[in-house]
């Protein structure tokens, strides 16, 4: 048996003056399999990459239960945000010699001081770090380490501050015991798995598929060397140990080199994340039984498709026979996989739309992959029988159909990866886009206001006075107009609002004309009747509300439509200084409305870096603060469908590559037929166009049943959401390009090797 297994691993690099052909048979199976554990490795790192994300982030939660002979660490949270950023800042001061310090912290920052997460250092030294550094109170003087931080893209921070300064802030400050609680790990809800199981099925399908493909490369030369073996008196059965061990040597170089590859882009893979997500390097560590399935899954699989493909194949001493007429192939199991899908998601039609029910969500889940596993095996079986029906055409159809009818396998398996990618994708971008259309049914206009007092500053009463003094001095800063929350109740009734001068109630709608004295009532798309009355000003402390001074509303208060983008649902009073007489508003929170000329970002810049001594007593933002996240979800569905396109076309581009070596294979192994042709006169147009045709029906067929499969199984998923069908046309088309420009490619990049097959001197004999 060694001797059967040595042999093939030497027929594997050649010898003598076939060691060229193959080596290079080898390195593009080779080359194939790296490419697929390069990407397997990655996806069997998630479970890994979650659940150490999930510990660090219970390692780091505060845990305030009081323990007898601990110091608690006093700390206060607050969240200053810039853009689209927002950093998480935390003062923490000890309150004895034993209070607790943070994971990634080797000791507290003294006051003043500040210790930043890794991406918020890189935030500060980046082009838009002058915007943080003024947001942020104190000055740098270390990093947390990994330990500190849930992920690598964590803009986190703690202050040093005093322990009387936050223990000022009351209800609002907390007093931490230790830090960390058992992690449970990650877990996925069982609704999820409606989403990620076809998802982790695109991704994993093709790329199954495809080592499939590539470990077969280079078949008809393999035959040809085992009915050379034959001839020398080799059995059937060491032949199979041999074709093995020489597919086993492309498996393993490409299981090496794909590990190594993976390992070699590891510290990269983290910052390639979309929506600015980014890992840790040392996160991306598959697990020993994902690493071990990989490990003999890859060579399995090579070695399985190797024996398979022998299978209707008798090697003998005088040459490679096959069994007489291609076997038609079987249906039966291809449909039962297919139908299993279809029962599972027809299934989910009795189950109210919109109801969460967690057994249709695992039975979609189910459905989907199983009917992705099956459009992968139909492919092959619809391309034989379509092609069995063609007949007559030009003579480039004809020598296409001819060669499917004799051999339509593996360019079909080639495609089905293909097939399973489209589909996939056309189910998340039709998920995507019903999203988008449902999201966006309402649109947001801000108040007129905002441009005028661009920039807020969120304080308190008791600080009111130095936030302005601290104003005062700032370049461009025109005016500064204050405003506070109010809360009227009478019975069961509750009516919200804010009290301030005109300039401060036009940032929060677009009132038109207003005098100190007016009251206006912002009608919001479910508005309950106009308050009228007597009201009491309350306000919430400890969790209860407490009633204050009565206040009657008066009779001429102004309905005026909302423009307020943040509270457009619902309805509000907004109160002029005059209009409560001597009656103030209980809240101690204040919000101060800043004008200036100029571009925001600058005045918010100056604003924020007066008042960055008062740390999280003065939070600077911008008054229009909706005008960066109204699209963000848009943007982050724009960035989701531009990422799934990217996958799908790399995978577009892989199926291509391996078009694209069957084809070469095809053609080396047909050259003297080829060349016999072009003798006899066949143009080499007439070829080309041949090898085109046969390219691009199983491409064409596989698009076909893409769509179909693509579309039913968004429908079911769409309806369980209760959203509308949706389905983004431009994507459809642009995917179907993509599959043609491939097909057209994979031909012109093989007319060279036509041209050279098709010269004369190919018919001599050796």
């Known amino acids: 048996m060694m001797r059967d297994l040595l042999l093939g691993l030497r027929l594997a690099v050649g010898g003598g003056r076939m060691s060229g052909s193959a080596l290079l048979r080898l390195a593009m199976t080779a080359f194939g399999i790296a490419l697929a554990v390069a990407v397997l490795l990655p996806a069997a790192s998630v479970s890994h990459l979650v659940n150490a994300r999930a510990d660090r982030a219970a390692a780091i939660t505060q845990d305030t239960a009081p323990r007898e002979g601990i110091a608690p660490l006093a700390t206060y949270r607050w969240y200053p945000s810039v853009g689209e950023d927002f950093v998480k800042l935390t003062a923490v001061a000890p309150t004895g010699p034993n209070s607790p310090v943070p994971p990634g912290l080797d000791r507290l920052p003294a006051p003043g001081e500040l210790i930043v997460s890794p991406a918020l250092a890189e935030k500060l030294a980046s082009k838009e770090g002058e915007s943080f550094k003024a947001r942020l109170p104190g000055h740098v003087t270390g990093q947390i380490a990994e330990p500190g931080v849930s992920d690598a893209a964590d803009l986190t921070a703690y ?57 077969r490369m280079g078949a008809a030369q393999r035959e040809r060397r085992l009915a050379a073996l034959r001839l020398i008196g080799v ?102 996989i297919t139908g299993i899908g279809a029962v599972f998601l027809l299934g989910t039609l009795v189950v109210s739309p919109g109801s969460g029910d967690q057994a249709a969500a695992l039975a979609l889940a189910v459905g989907s992959v199983f009917l992705l596993i099956g459009v992968a095996a139909l492919l092959p079986w619809l391309v034989e029988r379509i092609v069995e029906r063609l007949q007559g055409g030009p003579p480039s159809w004809q020598l296409a159909v001819r060669r499917l009818q004799l051999d339509s396998g593996t360019a079909s398996r080639v495609v089905s990866g293909l097939v399973v990618v489209l589909a996939g994708t056309i189910l998340i971008q039709g998920v995507l886009t019903s999203m988008t259309n449902r999201n966006s049914t309402r649109s947001f206009e801000a108040a007129a206001g905002a441009a005028a007092a ?30 506070k929350s109010l809360q009227l109740s009478a019975g069961d009734r509750e009516v919200y609002g804010t009290v301030g001068d005109c300039v401060a109630l036009k940032t929060e709608a677009n009132i038109g004309d207003c005098a100190d004295g007016d009251v206006f009532y912002v009608a919001g798309s479910s508005s309950p009747a106009l308050p009228k009355g007597d009201y009491h000003l309350s306000d919430y402390v400890r969790g209860k509300t407490v009633e204050g001074p009565k206040w009657t509303v008066p009779d001429n208060v102004r309905v005026v439509p909302s423009g307020n983008t943040a509270k457009a649902s619902s309805s509000y009073l907004l109160v002029t200084p005059a209009a409560l007489g001597d009656l103030k508003p209980p809240g101690e929170h204040t919000v101060l409305y800043v004008e200036g000329p100029g571009g925001v970002d600058a005045l918010i810049d100056r604003v924020a870096a007066a008042v960055g001594p008062l740390a999280w007593k003065a939070e600077v933002g911008k008054t229009d603060y909706m005008s960066d996240y109204a699209g963000r979800d848009e943007r982050m569905v724009a960035s989701f469908r531009a990422v799934l396109l990217t996958a799908s076309l790399f995978v577009l581009a892989v199926a291509a590559m391996s078009l694209l070596m069957l084809s070469i294979e095809q053609i080396s192994e047909r ?13 080499i147009g007439v070829l080309a166009r041949g090898s085109l045709w046969q390219t691009a029906v199983p491409v064409v067929v596989g698009v076909v049943l893409a769509v179909g499969a693509g579309l039913g199984l968004t429908a079911p998923i769409l309806r369980l959401a209760k959203m509308p069908m949706m389905v983004d046309g431009g994507v459809l088309a642009g995917l179907a390009a993509a599959a043609v420009a491939a097909v057209l490619l994979v031909t012109a990049l093989t007319l060279p090797l036509l041209r050279q097959v098709t010269r004369l001197d190919t018919l001599r004999s050796e």
């Open 454 to 483: 661009p920039v807020r500053v969120q304080t308190t009463s008791q600080h009111e006075a130095e936030v302005r003094q601290r104003l005062s001095g700032v370049a461009g800063v025109t005016g500064v107009h204050s405003s």
């Open 671 to 683: 050259r003297r037929p080829l060349a016999a042709l072009s003798a006899s006169g066949v143009p």
């Open 235 to 336: 059995d059937a059965r060491q032949i199979k140990r041999v074709a093995a061990a020489e597919s086993l040597v492309g498996a393993v170089i490409g299981l090496v080199a794909g590990g190594a590859l993976f390992y070699a882009l590891r510290p990269f893979i983290g910052d390639w994340l979309p929506f600015g997500l980014r890992v840790f390097a040392d996160d991306f560590t598959p697990s020993w039984i994902s690493l071990l399935v990989i490990v003999l899954l890859v060579p399995g699989l090579a070695v399985g498709s190797a024996l398979f493909g022998l299978r209707r194949t008798i090697v003998e001493p005088l040459g490679v026979v096959r069994q007489g007429k291609p076997v038609r192939r079987r249906m039966w199991w291809r449909w039962t």
């Open 159 to 215: 202050f040093g501050s005093t322990a009387e300064e936050i223990k000022a802030e009351g209800e609002s400050a907390s007093s931490v015991y230790s830090y960390g609680k058992p992690g449970d790990g990650f877990t996925l809800p069982l609704v999820m798995w409606m989403v990620v199981a076809p998802i982790a099925a695109v991704l994993l399908l093709p790329l199954l598929i495809f080592v499939t493909t590539a470990s």
